[in-house]
């Protein structure tokens, strides 16, 4: 049963340019929340899909934008790249059915704007 | 809003001492409350998790942690620790849509990094 899997694994972009992430969520799971871990932090919340549709938002500006899939497999777009955007991107999953409090994470994507 | 309190931001201990890592948290309304693991260039994986129920909580690897709510405390305990638990540890909390939360956004602390010596 495979986890929760993102792409890339590390990504270097300069600063104004667009980055996308992607994620699988876990079999059998709908749900996709998005997290950014700084440097030394602990993860932030950036926004969660399901059915297609942003339900949930963080303390985050719109350069930060998302996409849900049919198949429930999300993107994370960032524009305008800024250097404090670098950090771990952290994809977690969930099941919009039983077990929707517990959050599964990928391995993230390590991104580094110069 | 919620948040959590990490309250060492690092915790050195020898192989096979016992262990806390100790979290406090902040909330008008129950929370679920839960202990993720990072090993180094990787995501989190869930230790624990407390919904309800037993206030003392059994995860992977031999952690436990109990929950308090007159202390709104939540700490995470082993009695003999690996050189394999070498790792940042996190807590976090997030609020049931039914207690005034949605979505069940999780909201973490900023982490203890536990170092195990030989």
């Known amino acids: 049963d495979a986890g929760v899997t993102q792409s890339p694994t590390h990504l270097i972009k300069t600063r104004g340019q667009q980055v996308t992430l992607r994620c699988s969520p876990k079999s059998g799971h709908d749900t996709v929340s998005w997290y950014q871990q700084a440097l030394g932090q602990g993860p932030q919340f950036i926004f969660q899909y399901y059915e297609e549709e942003e339900r949930q938002r963080g303390n985050f500006p719109d350069r930060f934008s998302g996409h849900q899939f049919p198949n429930y497999s999300s993107e994370l777009n960032v524009n305008a790249l800024l250097l404090g955007d670098s950090a771990l991107y952290l994809c977690a999953s969930s099941s919009g059915l039983a077990g929707q409090e517990t959050q599964y994470f990928g391995p993230g994507t390590r991104l580094l704007v110069l | 809003a919620q948040s959590v309190t990490q309250l060492d931001s690092q915790v050195p201990v020898f192989e096979e001492a016992p262990v806390e890592l100790r979290c406090n948290y902040s909330?008008?309304?129950?929370?679920?409350l839960f202990w993720y693991v990072q090993y180094p260039n990787q995501g989190l994986q869930l230790l624990l998790k407390y919904l309800s129920g037993s206030t003392l909580v059994k995860g992977i690897n031999g952690f436990e942690a109990e929950f308090n709510k007159s202390q709104t405390s939540f700490h995470l305990r082993k009695p003999s620790v690996h050189i394999s638990d070498t790792a940042e540890y996190f807590c976090?909390?997030?609020?049931?849509?039914?207690?005034?939360?949605?979505?069940?956004?999780?909201?973490f602390g900023k982490g203890t990094l536990l170092t195990v010596n030989p």
């Open positions: 976090a909390v997030s609020v049931p849509p039914g207690r005034g939360g949605s979505n069940y956004k999780l909201t």
């Open positions: 909330s008008s309304v129950s929370v679920y």
